[in-house]
């Protein structure tokens, strides 16, 4: 069985108040009641045909409904989340005005078993988070690439 891959972009920027990451809290039933630990990098899985940055900027483009803003990313490298899918997110600094979100949306069995299948939300909602809060709010897997946003941001003298 091939291995899951999956390829995102984080977006961030300067905020009066600081650096501020866009994140998402995941659509549909499994997530509906939880906060901590429940929201993404805006990402999606691809296949062999289709290289791990293409997939970044198509998967933001799916999950949130606008494109991704202009601007050069940066490479934030690969992370393997508990579930064994490996994770690339690149950065880039831009704002993004989350009045025009229309996120992307799947359709999935629910209840499981009931034959009925219900279309969710992609992303139920965003948010610009200074991040140490979007730390607490993302799943485990994906907050080592907050820490290496940071350590560019250092290097590039913007911290």
Known sequence: ???KRSAGL???RTAPTGVEVLIGHMG???WARRDEAAWSI????YGPDETPEAAALREF???LGLPAPEGTPVPLGESRQANGKVVTVWALEADLDLA???PGTFTMEWPRGSGVHQEFPELDRVAWLPP???AVKLVAGQRIFLDRLAAHLKDAGRT
């Open 1 to 3: 069985m091939a291995e």
């Open 10 to 12: 984080l977006l961030h």
């Open 28 to 30: 549909g039933p499994f």
């Open 42 to 45: 805006p990402k999606g899985e």
């Open 61 to 63: 483009e799916e999950e």
């Open 100 to 102: 025009g979100v229309v």
């Open 132 to 134: 140490e809060q979007a």
